[in-house]
Nanobody, 120 residues
Framework: QVQLQESGPGLVKPSQTLSLTCTVS??????????WSWIRQPPGKGPEWIGY???????YYGPSLKSRTSISRDTSKNQFTLQLSSVTPEDTAVYYC????????????WGQGTQVTVSS
């Protein structure tokens, strides 16, 4: 059974860097055909794809957040991490990590999501 679990602070101050980690069990992030993505859903809005990291370690980011986004991984812990810099209250959202057969969708496993609020 594949499981993903997000972790990180629930409150971040404006201008700081948001950092979230997704811990994966039941599958390796360095093997197989899957892509490991971050998606967020702001309150009252639809989901927004942030980016992914592939098994090779290559990354791809959505255009709207690309300049502020970095996705990395710790293969020894089977984790991948999202960093979003210079956050504003508009970055308040539920953040999800997910596994997909495509880097842009076809997700078969999701984390439960974690609420991140940007506020002073």
């Amino acid at each position: 059974q594949v499981q993903l679990q997000e972790s990180g602070p629930g409150l971040v101050k404006p201008s700081q860097t948001l950092s979230l980690t997704c811990t994966v069990s039941g599958a390796s992030i360095t093997t197989g055909k899957h892509y490991w993505s971050w998606i967020r859903q702001p309150p009252g809005k639809g989901p927004e794809w942030i980016g992914y990291i592939a098994r090779s370690g290559s990354t791809y980011y959505g255009p709207s957040l690309k300049s502020r986004t970095s996705i990395s991984r710790d293969t020894s812990k089977n984790q991948f991490t999202l960093q979003l810099s210079s956050v504003t209250p508009e970055d308040t959202a539920v953040y999800y990590c997910a596994r997909g057969e495509s880097g842009f969708g076809a997700y078969d496993y999701w984390g439960q999501g974690t609420q991140v609020t940007v506020s002073s």
